[in-house]
């Protein structure tokens, strides 16, 4: 049984860094990818970064692109995503979620019914 558990949420101050994790459990290969979502109240879920555990490709959304990074960690089924110089509208609650059907692409937008596996999210909120 896969599972995803998220952790590293919290209140920050505009301008400041997090770094989220998110721990995969139960796939049995590489051959997964993870993408980070996030969905600010009213707001749709939406992704904004991936990557492949194969080989490494990821994918940045235009808003966090050159702010955020995606990286998997040692052991590998850690992945991290670093957010620095974070806005009030980086406010939401995030998620990370694993799909084995679904590569990340470093061009496309990771959509939330490409991922199969979801875990519970934490909370990330920016004070101006």
């Known amino acids: 049984e896969v599972q995803l558990v998220e952790s590293g949420g919290g209140l920050v101050q505009a301008g400041g860094s997090l770094r989220l994790s998110c721990a995969a459990s139960?796939?049995?290969?590489?051959?997964?990818?993870i993408a980070w979502f996030r969905q600010a109240p009213g707001k749709d879920r939406e992704g904004f970064s991936c990557i492949s555990l194969s080989d490494s490709t990821t994918y940045y959304a235009p808003d966090v692109k050159g702010r955020f990074t995606v990286s998997s960690g040692n052991p590998k089924n850690m992945v991290y995503l670093q957010m620095n110089s974070l806005k009030p509208e980086d406010t939401a609650h995030y998620f990370c979620?694993?799909?084995?059907?679904?590569?990340?692409?470093?061009?496309?937008?990771?959509?939330?019914?490409?991922?199969?596996?979801w875990g519970q999210g934490t909370q990330v909120t920016l004070s101006s």
């Open positions: 139960g796939f049995t290969s590489d051959d997964y990818s």
């Open positions: 979620a694993g799909s084995r059907r679904t590569p990340c692409s470093t061009n496309l937008r990771p959509l939330v019914y490409e991922y199969d596996y």
